[in-house]
């Protein structure tokens, strides 16, 4: 158990929904990640925020948005569903930014797998 | 942005030592080398991290090319447990940016 919780484990919809992913990192931790893993695209990092404010952006589409809240914990926002972002999100914490002591170990929580029909 | 690259698959025997591979050609000098594995149907896992000189814990090792250029995975008694998907990462300090490379996903046969 990394300490990192992510809700629901699965989520079904239809295209053109929105959903939301929600994610608690670890105790202490003040950096979250947001990942997608498909089957053609490998593991894709999508975007990470620090204390709130958001550091560092990749692969991310604009339908998607994030955002962590005071408590720490974070939501992802994946609107206008299509079939294609039918994938397994993760949710990872780490202590602080990456430029701290050359990059923090990430503890990943177990995932939402999310199916669009 | 540097990427690296491994080979798609490999396979070891049980409690045999393990070297997975890893380019990064275009790695910058402020750019940590990480490892993560992902067993089925789990989140990754931290594995181990090291800039230049190589590096040990209590999971595995990992050497460091003297250019930096490649780097291995040692695995030093492979284990059934050991099959997964091993990503190798760069972590680009200076940009907060994680790129995962394609992963090699090693068997380990009884």
Redesign the interface.
Known sequence: D?G?TQTPKHLITATGQRVTLRCSPRSGDLSV?WYQQSLDQ????LI?YYNGEE??K?NILERFSAQQFPDLHSELNLSSLELGDSALY?C?SSLG???QK??N???????TRLTVL | DAKTTQPNSMESNEEEPVHLPCNHSTISGTDYIHWYRQLPSQGPEYVIHGLTSNVNNRMASLAIAEDRKSSTLILHRATLRDAAVYYCILIKTSYDKVIFGPGTSLSVIP
Do not use: N
């Open positions: 990394s990192v990640y490998g593991l894709q990092f990470q550091r560092a990749g993760f990872a930014v990456q430029r050359g990059g170990e990430q503890f990943f929580g177990p995932g």
